[in-house]
């Protein structure tokens, strides 16, 4: 049968348990030092006392008197024994210079030589010692009895050694007392300290702490999502890499304690960090990254802080921008089929009547004005990706009710793009500029989206210059700035949210050093501006080409 081994002591218990011995180790060793000291000073003081007592009936004419007399113990034992009596002291025993004693608490040792030592009495000093005489281990003082200029005998008043440790020992109850009323006192509020302090630990031990720790730690740097914590005035309490590579913050960078506003965040996000409602799967932009933030606020009776959940949905979003194009598409390749459905119908009803003549001038026409529309483009622009982005915007718009022409300016030749500015961005830029002309012209009187292509030499190379103009009602100046801004918008909200894609156009291109501006055009409408630098590329010469 296995036995069970004893679960180890909580963290609380152990603290409890260390600090009651360190209580009672503490109080035993004060009560020890007072009882020493306690000694020290009743010695001390039973010698001031025995050297009052003694110089006190050193100096008593009655002493002088009875000295004189014959028989100096008959008159000085009983005075011996009566300030014995009042004074406290063990003994007083009076001497004449040879040490011989006239008065004893022992009748029987009166005549016998004094036990102790004279010799700085018969100086003329007085003096203290502990002896050990007649009657025990005591603490004395000697003094001379004068008689003018010369020494007549002597005086020794004493307080037993016993007596004097019963008093440290009264003392010492006492202190015992006081003692264990402060050990429980210590224990009682360890106790209440520690029982809070287990609340806390939720009864964990020591050691499942340090484990808890290790895996929070192993937790925090295994998760590729970015983990962010705030405390109750919005600084960083901690952050783990995923959020220091989100958020751009180097891993060299000590950004703990450091409030959320210190951290050079773009505004939006800033703000998001800072608010005390909590936020769900919002979308946030920083110079290079498209975000999804979370928070959720931490209480326990106040405000504790916040966690913030960071998602990476960069490759994301860009896929949803090719997803939403390929839909476009499919929606134009659908729309062409009907049309192309109803065309072929006319020829070959056309046929059927017996106009082949007119058949053939028909579907010929049809073909001429689609390669047409082909050839244009592609003379135009001849980056294959933009060409086909072209095409199948121009099907959109035109199922739309917008005319989309591509204008005599243009010219991109393929092959003059370099590694460095990837397809998925220039269909960012360019696929975003065209969705928002076309949603600005649509219900226009004459709704028309025009879009120019084409390098240009600046002063330090060339630049790719991306420019869409619409028909539509234009850009509030006060808003040439905030439209750039995610979330915002003039149109209604629809199902996925708007507000984001000239965010995302301004975030690609300033990941390749480029530029988006937003002016008026002639026609009334806006005209938004990507340029984004070209270098190492080469220039070639604008050629005209229209949709």
């Known amino acids: 049968m296995r036995i069970p081994l004893p679960r180890p002591r909580s963290?609380?218990?152990?603290?409890?348990?260390?600090?009651?011995?360190?209580?009672?180790?503490?109080?035993?060793?004060?009560?020890?030092?007072?009882?020493?000291?306690?000694?020290?000073?009743?010695?001390?003081?039973?010698?001031?006392?025995?050297?009052a007592v003694a110089r006190s009936v050193a100096d008593s004419p009655s002493v002088r008197e009875a000295i004189r007399t014959s028989d100096p113990s008959a008159e000085l034992q009983p005075y011996a024994l009566a300030v014995v009596r009042d004074t406290d002291v063990d003994f007083v025993t009076i001497m004449d210079p040879r040490g011989i004693r006239w008065t004893h608490p022992d009748p029987d040792q009166i005549?016998?030589?004094?036990?102790?030592?004279?010799?700085?009495?018969?100086?003329?000093?007085?003096?203290?010692?502990?002896?050990?005489?007649?009657?025990?281990?005591s603490v004395r003082a000697v003094t001379p009895i004068r008689d003018g200029d010369r020494i007549t005998g002597l005086v020794s008043a004493g307080i037993r050694v016993e007596e004097i440790s019963q008093r440290a020992q009264g003392q010492l109850t006492?202190?015992?007392?006081?003692?264990?009323?402060?050990?429980?006192?210590?224990?009682?509020?360890?106790?209440?300290?520690?029982?809070?302090?287990?609340?806390?630990?939720?009864?964990?031990?020591?050691?499942?702490l340090s484990h808890m720790h290790d895996y929070?730690?192993?937790?925090?740097?295994?998760?590729?999502?970015?983990?962010?914590?705030l405390d109750g005035q919005y600084r960083v309490a901690l952050i783990n890499d995923g959020g220091r590579d989100l958020l751009g913050v180097?891993?060299?960078?000590?950004?703990?304690?450091?409030?959320?506003?210190?951290?050079?965040?773009?505004?939006?996000?800033?703000?998001a960090l800072l608010s005390s409602e909590p936020r769900v799967d919002e979308v946030h932009l920083t110079a290079d990254r498209v975000l999804v933030v979370n928070t959720s606020p931490v209480t326990g009776g106040q405000q504790r802080g916040s966690v913030v959940t960071l998602r990476d949905v960069t490759e994301l979003q860009s896929l949803m921008g090719e997803?939403?194009?390929?839909?476009?598409?499919?929606?134009?390749?659908?729309?062409?089929?009907?049309?192309?459905?109803?065309?072929?119908?006319?020829?070959?009803?056309?046929?059927?009547?017996?106009?082949a003549e007119e058949a053939v001038d028909f579907a010929t026409a049809e073909l001429e004005l689609a390669q047409a529309l082909t050839d244009q483009v592609v003379a135009a622009v001849g980056e294959p990706v933009l060409a086909a982005l072209l095409l199948g915007k121009t099907a959109q718009a035109n199922e739309r009710g917008v005319e989309l022409v591509v204008s005599d300016d243009s010219r991109l030749d393929d092959g003059l793009l370099p590694d460095t500015l990837p397809a998925r961005d220039l269909v960012t830029i360019l696929g975003n500029l065209i969705d928002n002309a076309v949603d600005a012209a649509q219900g226009g009187l004459h709704p028309r989206v025009t879009v120019t292509a084409l390098t240009e030499e600046d002063g330090d190379g060339s630049e790719l210059v991306l420019r869409v103009s619409d028909t539509g009602p234009g850009v509030d100046p006060d808003h040439t700035e905030a439209v750039f801004?995610?979330?915002?918008?003039?149109?209604?909200?629809?199902?996925?949210?708007?507000?984001?894609?000239?965010?995302?156009?301004?975030?690609?291109?300033?990941?390749?050093?480029?530029?988006?501006?937003?002016?008026?055009?002639?026609e009334g409408g806006a005209v938004f501006e990507a340029r984004l630098p070209l270098r190492g590329s080469t220039v070639v010469e604008s050629a005209g080409g229209a949709v």
Do not use: C
């Not at 007085?126 to 050990?132: L, M, P, Q, S, V």
């Not at 402060?182 to 806390?200: D, F, Q």
């Not at 192309?340 to 009803?349: F, G, P, Q």
């Open 11 to 51: 963290l609380a218990g152990q603290l409890f348990a260390m600090q009651a011995v360190l209580i009672a180790v503490v109080v035993a060793g004060y009560a020890l030092f007072t009882y020493v000291s306690d000694r020290s000073q009743a010695e001390q003081a039973a010698g001031r006392q025995a050297t």
């Open 111 to 137: 005549g016998l030589v004094f036990q102790g030592h004279t010799g700085p009495a018969l100086r003329g000093r007085t003096f203290t010692e502990t002896y050990t005489g007649t009657l025990g281990p």
């Open 250 to 271: 180097g891993q060299e960078e000590d950004v703990v304690g450091r409030s959320v506003a210190e951290l050079g965040l773009p505004t939006p996000l800033t703000g």
């Open 323 to 355: 997803l939403d194009s390929e839909r476009g598409f499919t929606q134009a390749l659908r729309s062409q089929a009907h049309e192309a459905a109803n065309r072929l119908h006319t020829v070959v009803s056309l046929i059927e009547l017996g106009r």
């Open 485 to 522: 801004q995610r979330g915002f918008t003039t149109k209604p909200a629809g199902p996925g949210g708007r507000g984001l894609g000239l965010a995302l156009v301004r975030q690609a291109a300033g990941r390749h050093g480029g530029v988006l501006s937003v002016t008026s055009g002639d």
């Open 216 to 229: 929070h730690q192993a937790a925090l740097h295994a998760v590729r999502e970015g983990l962010l914590m």
């Open 174 to 208: 006492a202190l015992l007392v006081v003692a264990a009323g402060a050990l429980g006192l210590g224990a009682i509020g360890t106790y209440v300290i520690n029982a809070r302090l287990r609340r806390h630990t939720h009864g964990m031990n020591a050691a499942e």
